[in-house]
């Protein structure tokens, strides 16, 4: 039967550049861009084909998208299309572009923020960046653009994130994201960590702000690979499996069509120099990992787990990261904790 489901949600990378080169970066980004980046031109062209495929929300990303100026025109572009847009940002340029960002009528832009002052510069490889990135929040907020924080958590900042949230809250942050590090690009061989024990302990913090009498203020949103069918799990509904490839897609700066865009270039689909959004999308071909799922596709980690056909392995990315191969994730509450 032929696929019948939407990209509803669409990660756009419009530049590999970074001025940082951070050492949990799952893309390895530099400063120099893919040497084949598509134009502005194509970038518009490619936004054009969202609407006849519903897309609800495009996501701009990169490297670090507001090296790129054309991300004015592509935001505006897509805003005329009526599709709501948010970016993510490492935060350093957030300053001198705030006016921008509220002409541009974003919906949020998500500024990376992965602990305190000191372990942020670390992990960023930036002396003094941590007070440069705040000083471009509070213009973004005084500017009237919506801010979200986004932090990667691993053994190096688990224990700063009560005080990290307090902090946030009284810079005028109401939203925050954490997720675990993926163990791909330079954190695969940054030194960093995310250890059992300290993924179970970001569940625990995650459901400690979702229980009743909570006094956070703060909306704290895990991310997909946060989980699965433990009283930890927060979600409203059960993981039903990932949504890359059958909800959500990723397209590189160079044109790539991927499922996810924290998964790495081997995991093309197709390139929309080549062929148009619709065609990639609709093809019997793409996205097999997930579209063509079977209970025998299941790693050692999931292959005897009584959520296994409905969780389909759990997020693709973290499987692929630390396994190697899809549907393995060893990342998950229900297995961590023997299915309590």
């Given at each position: 039967m032929?696929?019948?489901g ?9 530049t590999?550049a970074c001025?940082l080169?951070c050492?949990h970066c799952?893309?390895?980004?530099t ?5 084949d980046?598509l134009?502005l031109g ?7 084909q969202?609407?006849?495929l ?16 054309e991300w ?7 805003k ?6 948010r970016m ?5 340029l957030?300053?001198?572009?705030a ?6 009528g ?14 942020h510069d670390?992990?960023?490889?930036r002396p003094?960046?941590f007070?440069?990135i705040?000083?471009g929040i509070?213009?973004a907020?005084?500017a009237?653009?919506p801010?979200a924080?986004i ?12 005080e ?18 993926f ?6 061989d940054?030194?960093?960590r995310?250890?059992e ?14 229980g009743?009498?909570?006094a956070t ?9 946060v ?8 979600r409203s509904c059960?993981w039903?499996?990932?949504s890359?490839?059958?909800?959500s897609c990723?397209i ?5 069509v991927k499922?996810c865009l924290s998964l ?9 120099r080549d062929?148009?959004?619709w ?11 997930t ?15 009584s959520?296994?056909?409905e969780?389909k ?6 499987s692929f990261?630390s396994?190697g ?6 990342y998950?509450f ?5 299915g309590r």
């Amino acid at each position: 039967m032929a696929f019948e489901g939407f990209p509803f949600i669409i990660g756009l990378e419009i530049t590999l550049a970074c001025n940082l080169a951070c050492r949990h970066c799952a893309s390895s980004a530099t400063t120099q861009p893919r040497p084949d980046e598509l134009t502005l031109g194509e970038l518009i062209g490619i936004c054009d084909q969202f609407p006849d495929l519903f897309v609800q929300e495009v996501d701009i990303t990169g490297g670090e998208p507001l090296l790129r100026p054309e991300w004015y025109d592509v935001t505006t572009h897509l805003k005329s299309l009526g599709i709501p847009v948010r970016m993510v940002s490492n935060g350093l340029l957030l300053r001198q572009n705030a006016l921008k960002l509220a002409q541009s009528g974003i919906a949020t832009v998500g500024v990376s923020l992965d602990g305190l002052e000191q372990t942020h510069d670390e992990l960023r490889q930036r002396p003094g960046l941590f007070r440069r990135i705040i000083d471009g929040i509070r213009a973004a907020l005084d500017a009237g653009v919506p801010v979200a924080a986004i932090t990667a958590v691993n053994d190096r900042n688990i224990g700063e994130l009560p005080e990290l949230e307090r902090f946030l809250l009284s810079i005028g942050i109401e939203h925050w994201q954490v997720q675990p590090t993926f163990a791909l690009g330079r954190a695969r061989d940054g030194g960093l960590r995310l250890s059992e024990d300290t993924f179970i302990k970001l569940g625990q913090f995650v459901h400690e702000r979702h229980g009743p009498g909570t006094a956070t203020r703060i909306n704290l949103v895990p991310a997909d690979g946060v989980g699965y069918y433990t009283h930890l799990d927060t979600r409203s509904c059960s993981w039903l499996g990932c949504s890359a490839g059958r909800s959500s897609c990723g397209i590189t700066s160079n044109g790539g069509v991927k499922g996810c865009l924290s998964l790495p270039d081997t995991c093309v689909e197709g390139n929309l120099r080549d062929r148009e959004l619709w065609d990639i999308w609709f093809d019997d071909r793409s996205f097999p990992s997930t579209r063509q799922f079977t209970a025998d596709m299941l790693g050692e980690h999931c292959q005897s787990c009584s959520h296994g056909l409905e969780c389909k392995g759990g997020c693709g990315v973290m499987s692929f990261a630390s396994t190697g191969a899809f549907h393995n994730d060893p990342y998950c509450f229900h297995r961590l904790l023997g299915g309590r």
